[in-house]
């Protein structure tokens, strides 16, 4: 049965019979309980329906389950932490287990990044490397550096700080005046210039350029930081020009500003390397990330910085906070317990060498589906892809929104849509044969949509 209620019997908690209470977030709700998309389990690539139907996971969750799904390892580190230790705070106390994931991010980011303060989600990450950067230009004495460069199409979660800086207009417009002081660098894409990228394109370099003139307008003395995802993910797969992000590196040395990553998607495997910034061959001086430290199974963000920002909070009175700012869940140890795990089966299977090898293959694939009714665009970049179709004039984003339900009820995927792009990032387990799977179904659902 379809509408709100009468799915299944009223004490099956994994399928429910009432759909009404739970607003689901950035959701078509009436939509979705006309037609619910219910999963009940999950293992390694693929979600189950109710019923059993498998259904492949091409978006890895939410971009975040990169190390697949139910991972053995993975849940018996959760199972063993909840059964030791559920919770301590990290206000005035700390945990073991804590020190030891800390250590090993700091050890997988580039450079001199190297001091990891936790929260427990991409939002959350987005706000604390704002706050951060504000509160270590007020420990060198300028604390008139309160302005945040953000990009226009760039997503930096649903807090005030991140929709402030972020520039999907759909998250902001009715929100008020949101951060004061905030600009935005222009996006980065340019179809004439770039439809049918494989990897970085070629063109759009320059538009780092744009910083300088927001300098100008707004003098370097009272601008803290530039905050820009190395690719940006949840506006459509918009992979960085080719030297972009070392244009804009360079840019902020000039006018000693500092620069965010935030890598909440990029970040673990997604683009080949535990970081895009490596992949760049940028050292940001703030990194931000969530998702795919824990691949998914336990919430858990955070922030990496410099030394030399950590360590400018490192003075005057030892028995004083140095930066008030913090979460009652930062550093869960359940989280925390998953994280390692994960950051175990990253390094014991190759995950992130294995995506540079599937890389080519995973674009061959993906760049079968040109020349499909509608398809204006692909981009592809790591195990990341997007093809952006064709809007219909009298309802933009009705085909995507059709594509990933067709795609879900009718062809055994799941993906991600923004407006009227396809956006597919699977595990990074994924196989060979499991992405002809998905480019097939992608493919299917193409036409039917068409």
Not at 335 to 357: P, S
């Amino acid at each position: 049965m379809s509408g709100a209620r009468g799915l299944t019997a009223a004490n099956d908690v994994s399928a429910p019979n009432d759909l009404s209470a739970w607003w689901l977030p950035f959701t078509a709700n009436r939509a979705f309980k006309a037609r619910p998309r219910i999963i009940t389990r999950a293992k390694d690539m693929h979600y189950y329906t109710p019923e059993g139907k498998p259904i492949i996971d091409g978006s890895a969750g939410l971009w975040c389950v990169n190390a697949g799904h139910n991972r053995d390892s993975i849940v018996s580190a959760i199972q063993a932490q909840a059964a030791e230790l559920d919770f301590a705070p990290a206000f005035q106390f700390a945990h073991g287990i804590g020190f030891t994931v800390a250590s090993r991010i700091a050890e997988l980011a580039p450079g001199d990044l190297d001091h990891v303060f936790f929260c427990n989600s991409g939002s959350e990450a987005a706000d604390t490397a704002i706050k951060i950067a504000m509160a270590y230009w007020h420990t060198q004495g300028q604390g008139q550096r309160t302005r945040v460069i953000g990009r226009e199409r760039g997503y930096h979660g649903v807090g005030f700080g991140g929709i402030s800086v972020g520039g999907i207009s759909a998250n902001r417009k009715v929100f008020g005046t949101l951060l004061s002081g905030v600009d935005h660098l222009p996006h980065t894409y340019n179809r004439a210039e770039q439809a049918f990228s494989r990897g970085e394109p070629e063109w759009g370099a320059h538009l780092a350029d744009d910083l300088e003139r927001i300098v100008a307008l707004h003098d370097a003395s009272t601008i803290a930081a530039v905050i820009v995802e190395p690719m940006a993910g949840s506006t459509g797969v918009l992979p960085p020009p080719k030297g972009y992000l070392k244009r804009l590196r360079q840019i902020c040395d000039k006018f000693g500003i500092l620069l965010i990553f935030d890598e909440v998607i990029t970040g673990f495997g997604r683009t080949g390397f535990a970081f895009a910034a490596e992949r760049y061959g940028v050292v940001p001086d703030i990194i931000t990330f969530a998702k795919g430290v824990t691949s998914g199974t336990v919430p858990m963000g955070g922030v990496i910085v410099r030394k030399h920002i950590h360590d400018a909070f490192m003075t005057g009175p030892e028995h004083i906070i140095e930066l008030f700012h913090g979460y009652t869940y930062s550093g869960h140890p359940l989280a925390c317990a998953a994280a390692l795990a994960t950051l175990d089966v990253y390094r014991d299977e190759n995950l992130f060498e294995r995506t540079r090898q599937l890389e080519d293959k995973w674009a061959d694939a993906f760049f079968t589906l040109k020349g499909l009714p509608n398809v204006i665009d692909i981009r592809t970049l790591g195990l990341v892809g997007a093809v952006e179709l064709s809007s219909r004039p009298d309802a933009v984003g009705k085909r995507g929104f059709e594509a990933m339900e067709r795609g879900f009820h009718e062809h055994g995927i799941m993906v991600r849509t923004t407006g009227d792009t396809i956006a597919v990032s699977p595990p990074l387990i994924v196989t060979e044969d499991q992405i002809g799977e998905i480019v097939d179904k992608i493919a299917t659902t193409i036409r039917a949509v068409a």
